[in-house]
């Protein structure tokens, strides 16, 4: 049956139903007292046979959000969230700004409550209908949003959902909202075919192949070219193309707080996440999509080099003060200007000076990472340090083609990570609580792949942990979660000692602000939705604990957690 031969669709169930048409594969729900005409609309479609996305219920707003990312990462698929009125629009809002800043194209929806107070299907029937109602219920997301609207009638839904999707997954990418009042999600549906061609189709940049062409004749002619890579490359064929041009040209790829990998680990070009060294060799600096490829309080490049910066928008305009030179902005997707960058150079080859700085840029780098790995090896003693822990944990997911995300968890230099989905780390936005579910969702999108979290205790607190766990078991989510645990905000106390070195902090016996002590027993949160879970203490726990919880994800399928004792 054709779905545009059903003309008595409510407004909910067409939009689900559009949903479905335009590529959705799953709506991430938290339902509320706004949901009947969505919750009415999965059931009347389903009794037509009417094809919907999954609608999986996600106890938590925050961790709905995450999914969805975690799913676009590993799919380049937007999906949908549906929350509850203001109040579960408030709960999307972090995952809203981790989305803008990270350009994931995430469809986000809320109802909004009812206008009428009688006479009409929908209207409100309870007093949070009352106690529910904003002025700009918008304005909770309305900095992260690309777009919103509220539907008016539902005639426009399939208008409604081809422009959102659109809108969001037009570069740069990011997030869109549409409210959805009860009474407009009640009414008959009477639009177009909800089945019919997307009306419109989202606006992709072409890369520039004249700034290119010059972008390769200036790397030809570079004493010293060097690329900042944060956001990773897109595509695993843009991740190999990086990888073979970085070693052909000798170019030095800096990850200064990667968010993605970019280049293997091991790669000899590989040059870590310092960028000291390399500004102050560098004449040409190319930065690919990066929100901030240095510190600026920190590092300067050459005032003679020629920084190209490069990305779906180059200069981060919805960022109000980043003031990174651009002496050269090339706008594109970094997948389209790492193959056309790649072309360009083909047609060339590299002169004595690439032969010149290939072996200081090797010997460098391999003497660094030299020193990380022994570092990290001398970890194992006493308390474990983190560098220690990641290394283990390194080795013991080696060849599994796995999948880890790391929230102040397993730092990247000890790792050996050599494909494109390998890493990635929390978004810049820094809305803590993103690695659990998030890997949740890359474990939804590809249930045979091995995906880890790893993260520090207090990220492990913000992700809602009772919601992931009860989210792992109810959908078979097998991920394996390493919780960091030092009992303390980390990054806040080195943010203090970077600021006051020597101030009254620095000297106190405890920082104030930083301590998350007592540890609550995490082994038993996980245990509560019948996941392995064992706590480790030393190096020789360790040892054990990492291949029985692999196992347990082999053989069991289940969800396994590692609550690790660390240094401070």
Same mark, same amino acid.
């Given at each position: *049956?054709? @779905? ?22 799953? @709506? ?36 709905? *959000?995450? *999914? ?35 350009? @994931? ?14 006479? +009409? ?96 004749? +200036? ?19 843009? $991740? ?195 690695? $659990?579910?998030?890997?949740?969702? *890359? ?11 790893? !993260? ?54 405890? !920082? ?57």
């Amino acid at each position: *049956m054709k @779905i545009e031969a059903l003309t008595t669709l409510t407004a909910g169930g067409a939009l689900l139903a559009r949903l479905k048409a335009i590529g959705v594969d799953y @709506i991430f729900a938290n339902s509320g007292t706004d949901f009947p005409p969505i919750i009415e609309g999965l059931a009347e479609a389903a009794a037509k046979s009417v094809p919907l996305p999954q609608a999986l219920v996600i106890p938590h707003e925050s961790a709905a *959000m995450a *999914m969805a990312h975690g799913y676009y990462l590993a799919t380049g698929r937007s999906q949908a969230v549906m929350a509850h009125t203001n109040v579960g629009l408030a709960n999307c809002s972090i995952g809203a700004i981790n989305a803008a800043v990270e350009n @994931i194209p995430v469809l986000l929806f809320s109802g909004r409550t009812p206008t009428t107070e009688q006479g +009409r299907l929908g209207s409100r029937t309870v007093p949070i209908g009352w106690g529910q109602e904003m002025r700009d219920q918008t304005a909770l997301v309305r900095e992260a949003a690309k777009w919103d609207y509220e539907l008016r009638f539902p005639e426009q839904v399939c208008d409604l959902v081809d422009r959102a999707h659109a809108i969001a997954n037009s570069s740069p990418k990011g997030p869109v909202y549409a409210a959805l009042p009860r009474e407009v999600l009640c009414e008959p549906f009477g639009g177009r075919g909800i089945d019919a061609p997307l009306t419109m189709q989202p606006a992709r940049i072409t890369v520039d192949t004249g700034l290119i062409a010059d972008l390769a004749a +200036r790397i030809a002619d570079a004493r010293f070219p060097v690329i900042f890579a944060q956001h990773g490359t897109g595509s695993a064929e843009a $991740f190999d193309a990086l990888s073979t041009l970085a070693s052909q040209w000798a170019i030095p790829v800096c990850q200064y707080w990667a968010v993605q990998l970019a280049l293997p680990t091991d790669h000899p070009m590989h040059a870590g996440g310092d960028p000291a060294w390399l500004l102050e060799q560098a004449d040409l600096v190319i930065v690919l999509d990066a929100l901030a490829p240095w510190s600026q309080q920190a590092h300067a490049p050459r005032p003679e080099a020629c920084i190209v910066q490069v990305g779906p928008d180059p200069l981060k305009a919805r960022i109000p003060v980043r003031n990174f030179r651009s002496d050269i902005s090339i706008a594109g997707e970094v997948p389209d200007a790492i193959l056309a960058l790649a072309r360009a150079l083909a047609t060339q080859s590299p002169g004595t000076r690439a032969d010149e700085r290939r072996s200081l840029i090797e010997a460098r780098n391999t003497a660094a990472r030299q020193a990380v790995l022994d570092r990290a090896r001398a970890g194992g003693d006493g308390v474990m340090s983190a560098d220690f822990v990641a290394l283990k944990v390194s080795e013991a997911i080696a060849g599994r083609n796995a999948v880890l995300l790391s929230e102040r968890g397993c730092p990247m230099p000890p790792m050996t990570l050599d494909h494109v989905h390998a890493w990635y780390q929390e978004p810049h936005a820094g809305g803590l609580g993103w690695s $659990f579910p998030a890997a949740l969702g *890359m474990q939804l999108a590809d249930r045979d792949r091995l995906v880890v979290a790893s !993260m520090g205790d207090g990220s492990y607190m913000f992700s809602n942990p009772v919601v992931c766990h009860q989210i792992a078991e109810a959908l078979d989510l097998p991920v394996l979660v390493l919780v960091m645990n030092n009992a303390e905000w980390a990054a806040v106390r080195h943010s203090v000692l970077d600021i006051y070195p020597d101030g009254y902090a620095a000297k106190a016996n405890r !920082m104030p602000l930083t301590g998350l002590s007592p540890s609550p027993d995490y082994v038993q949160v996980a245990r509560a939705s019948r996941a392995f879970a064992r706590q480790v203490a030393n190096a020789a726990d360790l040892a054990e604990a990492l291949p029985e919880a692999l196992d347990h994800i082999a053989s069991k399928r289940g969800l396994a957690l590692l609550d690790i004792t660390m240094r401070n």
